[in-house]
């Protein structure tokens, strides 16, 4: 598989302004939202997976439809592990985690779509179990990326969130 080209924008960008591709705005999007709204986004998700080329690279540039499912269903357990950190520890720094690298690593393409789809609705149940034990005390809790990005709990699902809505418009993007 050819390596991809790395997306090198700086995607915070979307807790202050509407996303300038997707035109999406998190900046309302409450944990609440998220849990209700998280399901028809996963049903989605899996109709991508039906396409006949879902395992196919189109350009450099972007991974290929199963790739962007398996994205976002490991994102998701990521996610989980960073709200863990926030709500176990005061301002942890995140462990990096390279998308990127890890569609590689994890050789998503070489899985089967039943395998990706459960893998989503994994990561979805996980990551709405998460937000659910959240009590809303603990919304403004903080933790660090790396690169010094600073997250509360209800940024983080909204960045989160951002990412989810976003790669469906991708996926919607590439076929229109």
């Known amino acids: 598989m050819s390596q991809i080209v790395p997306d090198q924008k700086n995607w915070t960008v ?3 302004t509407v996303c300038q591709q997707c035109a999406y705005d998190v900046r309302n999007i409450s944990l609440s939202d998220v849990i209700a709204q998280l399901p ?3 049903d989605r998700y899996i109709q991508v997976l039906a396409r006949p080329d879902a395992q196919t690279r189109t350009n450099a540039a972007r991974w290929s439809d199963q790739e962007y499912v398996a ?3 490991e994102m998701l357990q990521v996610m989980v592990g960073r709200f863990s950190l926030m709500l176990e520890q005061d301002d942890p720094t995140f462990p990096n985690w390279d998308q990127d690298q890890a569609a590689d690593e994890g050789n998503y393409n070489s899985l089967t779509a039943g395998e990706v789809a459960e893998r989503l609705r994994e990561g979805a149940t996980q990551y709405t ?3 659910s034990a959240i009590d809303p005390t603990q919304y403004s809790r903080r ?3 790396s690169n010094g990005a600073a997250f509360t709990v209800e940024t983080l699902n909204q960045y989160a969130w951002h990412d989810i809505v976003h790669h469906l418009w991708d996926l919607t993007a ?3």
């Open 71 to 73: 994205h976002v269903a």
């Open 129 to 131: 179990a998460k937000l």
């Open 143 to 145: 933790g660090l990326r």
């Open 174 to 176: 590439e076929t229109s």
């Open 14 to 16: 979307v807790l202050e």
């Open 40 to 42: 028809a986004y996963v």
